[in-house]
């Protein structure tokens, strides 16, 4: 158990809909970060908060947004959703920048039909 | 940008045999830092290991060791006398440069068969 949770654990939902998944980091972990991982792209960055500030963006869709709350957990928020973005959604938290270990959720998977 | 390759995509072992995975990277940066993962069929992503670029030691834990080479940019890890257990895909990443997301490789499958 790595500490960092991630709910909900499975999600089936319609395309067009619009879904939340939330996060919760290790305690004492600042830097929240969001990855997808799908079978074609592979483990992709989407985005990194430290401390309720967005620090680092990556190829993260228009349609997704994220933010970090002031307890340090963190939502993911996925609109308007495509057959494309079926994938398993990962956060990892880490005590502060590059050089710590990232430590992953169980992750959530997203299937949009 | 950095880069990091995993040529093998699958590889299959016999139990007990030992296995090496490749990744070799590419940075600008002077230094960073490496990491392993493993991804088991549940799913979850596993931290193994963080390697610091000034440090070219070979690194051990238990069945578990790691060869890192700054001189051909690659960072290997060896299992020896494989389990089953250690069926999984297995990542190596590296920080982004003057970021910090991790830069993944497109992981090694590992089937280890009884």
């Known amino acids: 158990d790595s500490g960092v949770t991630q709910t909900p654990k499975h999600l089936i939902t319609a395309t067009g809909q619009r879904v939340?998944?939330?996060?919760?980091?290790?305690s004492g972990d600042l830097s929240v970060y969001w990855y997808q991982q799908s079978l074609d792209q592979g483990l992709q960055f989407l985005i990194q908060y430290y401390n309720g500030e967005e620090r680092a963006k990556g190829n993260?869709?228009?349609?997704?947004?994220?933010?970090?709350?002031?307890?340090?957990?963190?939502?993911?928020?996925?609109?308007?959703?495509?057959?494309?973005?079926?994938?398993?959604?990962?956060?990892?938290?880490?005590?502060?920048?590059?050089?710590?270990?990232?430590?992953?959720?169980?992750?959530?998977?997203?299937?949009?039909? | 940008a950095q880069k990091v390759t995993q040529a093998q995509?699958?590889?299959?072992?016999v139990e007990k045999e030992d296995v090496t995975l490749d990744c070799?990277?590419?940075?600008?940066?002077?230094?960073?830092?490496?990491?392993w993962y493993k991804q088991p069929p549940s799913g979850e992503l596993?931290?193994?290991?963080?390697?610091?670029?000034?440090?070219?030691?070979?690194?051990?834990?238990?069945?578990?060791?790691?060869?890192?080479?700054?001189?051909?940019?690659?960072?290997?890890?060896?299992?020896?006398?494989?389990?089953?257990?250690?069926?999984?895909?297995?990542?190596?990443?590296?920080p982004g440069a003057g970021s910090y997301q991790l830069t993944f490789g497109k992981g090694t499958k590992l089937s280890v068969i009884p």
Request: glycine share 4%; net charge negative; charged share 20%.
């Open chain 1, 60 to 113: 993260i869709l228009e349609r997704f947004s994220a933010q970090q709350f002031p307890d340090l957990h963190s939502e993911l928020n996925l609109s308007s959703l495509e057959l494309g973005d079926s994938a398993l959604y990962f956060c990892a938290s880490s005590v502060g920048g590059s050089k710590d270990e990232q430590f992953f959720g169980p992750g959530t998977r997203l299937t949009v039909l």
């Open chain 2, 24 to 35: 070799v990277y590419e940075t600008r940066d002077t230094t960073y830092y490496l990491f």
């Open chain 2, 9 to 13: 995509t699958e590889i299959s072992v």
């Open chain 2, 46 to 94: 596993v931290f193994l290991i963080r390697r610091n670029s000034f440090d070219e030691q070979n690194e051990i834990s238990g069945r578990y060791s790691w060869n890192f080479q700054k001189s051909t940019s690659s960072f290997n890890f060896t299992i020896t006398a494989s389990q089953v257990v250690d069926s999984a895909v297995y990542f190596c990443a590296l």
């Open chain 1, 20 to 26: 939340t998944l939330r996060c919760s980091p290790r």
